[in-house]
């Protein structure tokens, strides 16, 4: 679990705990019971995990009260505390839709066999309002047979997402792969939503020969990155994947060209370079790729300086932004954004991370020799995709200096990319 913002509140323990227990009409404008029950993630102590269940057990129907419920049960799974099961379970029964999803999802994380339990998980599935894809999720992770019948009918549900996880739960349930390439064709769903949810389907159904699709999938490179090293980790522990064959898909995706990726998205109408500019502001990263592509395509000349200047107003401050600024840059091939890329390469900020692996694919674009150490210095981060990335813009600048650096790193990815590396130097 990737705990690199879970310790961005300035709490203890004990000030965690006693701000939890604290009735919702007596905390103060500067504190917060949610905060709180996110924060206890950090103990897995039984103090921290009876405030939790203490705190799922106050039923205050205010809005308030009802988050930290539902941040309470989903801290609780996250620590697999199985002592909390009872108390977890009497929420599937709530009128709240949202605390019954945490629930199911918080059942999952823990485990259980118990049929009753999965009985009452799987009675969820009948009511109407309820969002079924992670109750789904949950009963097919415990393998709950007697709920097949009732997934499969959801499979003709009106929500992609939801249509997504259901053919993945059938065809995990039964053995029956012939239905995944239905699930595969969600990846190029106009909703992106739909395209993000269905990589994590593909991911648990470990449906390997998706690999290609999921990298050329116009979703954010987070997405698409785990999706790819959850099924390689698990096809090359079972055997039938190996890393030459992976390399490709993973080094596409680390490059991320917007012309490597089947576009979901198209313009009416010619594009000015100023709505281009904001398209990289979207949520909906694949709106963020096409404008990209048509920034190359149409505007290379006029594109640095419009990029420099929302940089400067407001791309810096806003990291999905900040992130297709910093690749442009490498691909527009504009030396004086030197400066402005070794910047981003070394930004610690959690939320610019993606934009560092960015900075090195567009320094290794820019071919200036300046980058060499400054991405050297970048083989002693704990990150692995900015360690890979580093090691491919060092191989573009035509540095091979890197020897065994990184032979035995911790990360499968690192290590078989410095050992390709050290053959060819070889």
Wanted: with cysteine.
């Amino acid at each position: 679990m990737d705990k690199r913002f879970f310790k961005l509140f300035n709490l203890t323990e004990e000030q965690a705990i006693a701000l939890l227990d604290t009735p919702q009409d007596r905390v103060s404008e500067n504190d917060s019971r949610y905060i709180a029950a996110s924060h206890l993630v950090n103990f897995p102590t039984p103090e921290s995990i009876a405030a939790l269940i203490r705190a799922v057990g106050q039923t205050d129907p205010t809005l308030e009260n009802r988050i930290v419920r539902r941040k309470s049960i989903e801290t609780l799974g996250r620590l697999r505390a199985t002592q909390a099961l009872p108390a977890i379970r009497t929420c599937l029964q709530d009128d709240d839709c949202y605390t019954v999803e945490n629930a199911a999802w918080s059942i999952g994380e823990i485990g259980t066999q118990d049929p009753e339990i999965l009985e009452e998980v799987a009675q969820t599935l009948d009511r109407p309002g309820q969002s079924y894809r992670t109750i789904v999720h949950t009963l097919t992770k415990l393998n709950y047979q007697p709920a097949l019948d009732r997934i499969r009918k959801l499979v003709d549900s009106t929500d992609p997402p939801t249509v997504s996880a259901a053919i993945s739960a059938v065809c995990r349930l039964t053995g029956d792969y012939s239905q995944m390439e239905k699930v595969v064709e969600m990846l190029q769903h106009a909703n992106v939503l739909a395209r993000r949810l269905s990589i994590q389907d593909l991911m648990d159904a470990r449906y390997y020969d998706a690999i290609p699709q999921i990298a050329r999938c116009p979703v954010s490179v987070v997405f698409r990155l785990r999706g790819i090293r959850s099924l390689a980790e698990a096809g090359m522990a079972a055997g039938v994947l190996s890393f030459t064959e992976i390399q490709p898909h993973l080094e596409q995706t680390l490059r991320d060209r917007p012309d490597t990726l089947d576009l979901v998205h198209a313009y009416d109408q010619p594009p000015t370079l100023s709505f281009l500019i904001r398209e990289l502001y979207e949520t909906d990263f694949g709106r963020c790729y096409l404008a990209a592509q048509t920034i190359l395509d149409r505007y290379a000349e006029e594109a640095p300086a419009a990029l420099f200047d929302t940089y400067a107003e407001e791309a810096h401050n806003d990291y999905g932004a900040h992130f297709h600024v910093v690749k442009l840059f490498g691909w527009l091939k504009h030396a004086p954004a030197f400066d402005l890329l070794v910047e981003a390469l070394h930004n610690r900020q959690p939320q610019f991370q993606k934009s560092r692996s960015a900075a090195a694919i567009a320094l290794g674009e820019l071919g200036d020799p300046r980058a060499i150490p400054e991405l050297h210095a970048c083989l002693e981060t704990p990150l692995w995709d900015l360690k890979y990335t580093a090691l491919m813009a060092l191989e573009q600048l035509g540095d091979t200096s890197t020897g065994d650096r990184l032979a035995d790193d911790e990360d499968w990815a690192v290590r078989e990319k410095s050992c390709r590396q050290r053959q060819v130097v070889r």
